[in-house]
Each structure stands twice: as C-alpha cells, then as structure tokens.
C-alpha cells in the first residue's frame, strides 16, 4: 500500500522541529531587545534631567533673619516666604477662631516650629505675588500678606481671610537640619 498521509502529517527528518522552535524563541527574542531598545529611551526622557533635580531641594540659613523680618527665596520657581515671626504675630495668628477662616487649618499645622513660618509666597486665586507686612497699607488688616491684583488678605499664619483666593498659602515640604539651616523640598 502506498503511503496516503499528507506531507505535514510524516514523520520529519531529526531535528527539524528543534530547528524551527530555535528560529522561533530567536526571533521572538531579537524582536523584544529591539522592542526594549526603542521604548527604553522615550521613557528615559520622562526622567527629570539634572538642572531640575538640582532645583528639587534648597538649604536656606535662616541664622541672619532677625525676629520681626522676612526674606524670599527662590525654589523651583517659585517665591518661598521665611519669616521669623514675634511672638505677638504667633500669639495673633493661634488667637483667631477656627470658625472664622474659609480654608480651616490652625497654625500648629502650618508650622513646624512656632517662631519660623516658611510658606511658598504665590496667591492661590491667580497665581500672583502678595506684598507683606507694610503696616499702614491694607495689609495691616491681618498683619500678614495682601495680594494687590485682586485683593487677597492673608494673616500672620499665610491663611486666606478676605478676597477671592481660595486656599491659604502653600506650604513647602520642608525640615530643619539644625538652628540655622532650613532645608526646602
């Protein structure tokens, strides 16, 4: 009798089918190292590059602030309040009824130690810059900040108590290495 089976369904010579699966594993291995090697960069360009990791911490020595001044620091971008608070402002700012303040946060919250409020100093209605402590202007309303654009009045704690702005001044990530050096993000 002759041999009917179809040609896929003989026998194959030894070795053939270990020779096609190599090919296989192979290519399907060459196709995922060039699949790597074109995705590998476009997720390295998601990576911060090093001027901007360069900006994501600041040490600041806060040994020259006097009690009663501010200064401004820049940190990635933006203007960082440090003021070294008297002790009336603190007494002033730990003096107001939670009950009175649109975006409810005390000021043992705000800061980590009574005499140093570190804030970023950027109005949370349109992102403009508030003038501070000029007594005599509307800014004596609080005794904090006022932002002139469009009327914000902070207090002696950066919190929102007149005008549009929504939210208090932010306030950074940020730690005390020692008594002199405050190190912001």
């Excluded at 030894?14 to 291995?29: C, K, M, N, V, Y």
């Excluded at 005008?163 to 001044?169: E, K, R, V």
Aim: hydrophobic share 40%; with cysteine.
């Amino acid at each position: 009798m002759a041999d009917t089976a179809p040609e896929s369904e003989q026998a194959s010579p030894q070795g053939e089918e270990t020779r096609r699966d190599f090919l296989i594993l192979a290519a399907g291995g060459m196709g995922a190292i060039a699949t790597i090697a074109v995705v590998w960069p476009l997720i390295e360009t998601m990576n911060p590059s090093a001027d901007v990791l360069a900006l994501a911490s600041t040490e600041v020595d806060i040994s020259a602030i006097e009690v009663g001044q501010a200064i401004t620091v820049k940190w990635r971008g933006k203007p960082v309040f440090i003021r070294h608070r008297t002790q009336e402002e603190i007494d002033e700012a730990r003096a107001v009824p939670l009950d009175e303040l649109s975006h409810v946060e005390s000021d043992e919250e705000r800061v980590k130690k009574a005499e140093w409020l570190i804030m970023i100093g950027v109005c949370t209605h349109l992102g403009c810059i508030p003038l501070g402590n000029k007594l005599g202007d509307p800014v004596g309303l609080f005794g904090g900040w006022f932002c002139p654009c469009h009327g914000s009045h902070y207090d002696t704690s950066g919190r929102i108590r007149q005008g549009p702005a929504p939210d208090n001044l932010p306030i950074p990530e940020y730690e005390f290495l020692d008594d002199t050096l405050v190190k912001i993000g």
